[in-house]
């Protein structure tokens, strides 16, 4: 195995600081290394810094014009910064360059859904017939179609093929959904309130007054529109963005065991090092004195005692909405990393573990765990912002609620374009018509 597909595993198990040094190094000695400047752009894109991972993905293209992966990632960092009339000349020149990458289709949709006309659409059919086409790129072309279909109002249609791609993106990554809904269905609500933790070491005192917000909830409730007032703010505040760390610190501990072909539920038990899992999250997160981290992973409801045995003073914003019209957002998006988004009944069956340990925490932790309704928040947006920074020990300004200070902020969530608008007040109608679904 080379150097850089070494220096891949590592980031793909979430050693970042240490992959981010490694390739440095490489680059330091020679700085036209493509492998390696590729990686340095994927490496920035995780970490939340859009300038260095488009300086590396730029010098990429010049060096060797023209490569669509580049390209995509290129098209995805302007269109998380805002900066969506860039993003649509990347996205039309890879579709000259090559009219069958579905992704760049989609990044078009996505920055625009007057973009799907009689004429793309029948482009978008022609390609879904194609054997090339992989059946992720297949769930996207139905997406859009979905999304056409819902345009003008034809709702079986649209949940036709809203269906059949959230059925296609499930099954383009099999193996990983499985796993996935295996922990969620079955470790998380067995386990969530009786992990046993080893005793801490020396070394937390160093991470213990560590300044870590946590935005935590359902998807599609509000969260992305909390995380910019915070990270806008001039609080110092570094976001994370879905970040995962905390996930991928367990992970490395239980994994093997939980999917174990010998794993037995009656013998097992959820048995965490902190000592181990602290030295995995700091290969994830840089820690300073100068900044307070915000994580938006909305998983870490699960994870909020773990958190706080480690991290005492951490604060988690609980984002939430209609639990309804949380079914319908969610599936009629696509959440191609999250198993259980792919189903209706999956969803809800989420929705009902989500509630119940939420539910555990707020009563056992009330003094870090603040709700934020998402309806009241747009309704009495000023307010309900202070009310948050105030939660956190942080000083407010009702200038952050300016949306032209969005114009950099860096969003990888469905939500890029929503936050960058204007603040509507909460629709009480939007979904009812899909109410029959649930």
């Known amino acids: 195995m ?39 752009g994927n490496i920035y894109y995780k970490l ?31 269109q998380n910064l805002g900066k969506f009339d860039d993003a649509k000349k990347i996205y039309s020149k890879i579709i000259n360059i090559n009219p069958n990458v579905v992704r760049a289709y989609y990044g078009l949709f996505s920055l625009d859904e007057n973009y799907v006309n009689e004429d793309v659409l029948k482009k978008l059919i022609f390609l879904n017939s194609k054997k090339e086409i992989s059946l992720f790129d297949k769930s996207l072309i139905n997406l859009i179609i979905s999304k ?14 809203l269906n059949q791609s959230h059925k296609q993106s499930y099954d383009s990554n099999l193996n990983y959904n499985r796993q996935s809904d295996f922990y969620y269905n079955e470790i998380i609500p067995k386990f969530f309130n009786k992990i046993k933790f080893t005793e801490k070491n020396d070394e937390f005192n160093k991470y213990t007054k560590s300044n870590i917000i946590f935005i935590i909830g359902l998807p599609r409730s509000g969260s992305t529109f909390v995380e910019s007032l915070l990270a806008q703010s ?17 992970f490395d501990q239980i994994a093997e065991k939980i999917y174990s072909p010998n794993f037995d539920f009656n013998s097992f038990e959820f048995e965490l090092d902190l000592g181990l899992f602290l030295n995995s999250l700091k ?8 900044h ?20 005492p003073n951490a604060k988690f914003l609980h984002t939430f909405r209609n639990y309804d019209d949380s ?49 009241q928040l747009t309704n009495s947006t000023e307010l309900e912002a202070e009310k948050i920074f105030k939660f956190c020990n942080l000083i407010w300004n009702n200038k952050y609620l300016n949306f032209s200070n969005k114009k950099n902020f860096f969003s990888k969530t469905l939500s890029f374009k929503q936050i960058r608008s204007k603040i509507d007040k909460y629709d009480d109608n939007k979904y009812k018509k899909y109410y029959n679904l649930i």
């Open 283 to 290: 290969k994830k997160y840089t820690f300073s004195n100068n």
């Open 2 to 40: 080379n150097e850089f597909k070494i220096i891949q595993e590592s980031i793909k198990k979430g050693d970042f600081q240490n992959s981010l040094k490694n390739l440095e190094s490489i680059y330091n000695k020679n700085n036209n290394n493509l492998d390696c400047i590729f990686l340095l």
């Open 148 to 161: 056409y279909y819902k345009k003008i109002n034809n709702i079986t249609k649209e949940i036709e093929y």
């Open 234 to 250: 001039s609080n110092n505040i570094k976001s994370v963005g879905e970040f995962h760390a905390v996930n991928m610190s367990i």
């Open 292 to 311: 307070i981290i915000l994580d938006k992973s909305l998983e870490n409801f699960f994870n909020i005692e773990l958190i706080l045995k480690i991290f």
């Open 327 to 375: 079914v319908i957002a969610i599936y009629q998006s696509m959440l191609s990393e999250l198993s259980w988004s792919h189903n209706i009944e999956s969803i809800k069956k989420y929705i009902n573990t989500y509630k119940n340990v939420i539910g555990f925490f707020k009563t056992k932790y009330p003094k870090n765990i603040i709700d934020i309704d998402i309806q």
């Open 48 to 78: 939340n810094e859009p300038k260095n991972s488009l300086f590396y993905y730029k010098k990429y293209n010049q060096l060797n014009p023209n490569n669509i992966l580049v390209l995509l990632n290129i098209g995805m960092i302007f």
